[in-house]
């Protein structure tokens, strides 16, 4: 049974930067596409960056391009979300999540495990 664990969230002000991680703490992770989402208050959960577990496929939400750089460290079975220049639209609980096919998918049913969410806020 895949477990992920995200950390690294936190408060910051507009134009900070923070980096989330994703650890598959049982290690059960070989070959899957990893996928970062979020959900803010009253909205849906949306797609932010997805990259396959060998790196040859990254994606990104239009509205995190230039900013979020997603990554992996496939010996330590975690992955990695850099935000930078972060705005109070960031503000999220952000979801690492492992996806069912071998390509990024963009929707929440595109992945089957999920964790339990790591607390963004961005402050302006």
């Known amino acids: 049974q895949v477990q992920l664990v995200e950390s690294g969230g936190g408060l910051v002000q507009a134009g900070g930067s923070l980096r989330l991680s994703c650890a598959d703490s049982r290690r059960t992770v070989s070959a899957y596409v990893m996928g970062w989402f979020r959900q803010a208050p009253g909205k849906e959960r949306e797609f932010v960056a997805a990259i396959t577990w060998n790196g040859g496929i990254i994606d990104y939400a239009e509205s995190v391009k230039g900013r979020f750089t997603i990554s992996k460290d496939n010996t330590k079975y975690t992955v990695y979300l850099q935000m930078n220049s972060l705005q109070p639209d960031d503000t999220a609980v952000y979801y690492c999540?492992?996806?069912?096919?071998?390509?990024?998918?963009?929707?929440?049913?595109?992945?089957?495990?999920w964790g339990q969410g790591t607390q963004v806020t961005v402050s302006s």
């Open positions: 999540a492992v996806g069912r096919g071998g390509v990024p998918g963009l929707r929440t049913l595109e992945y089957e495990y």
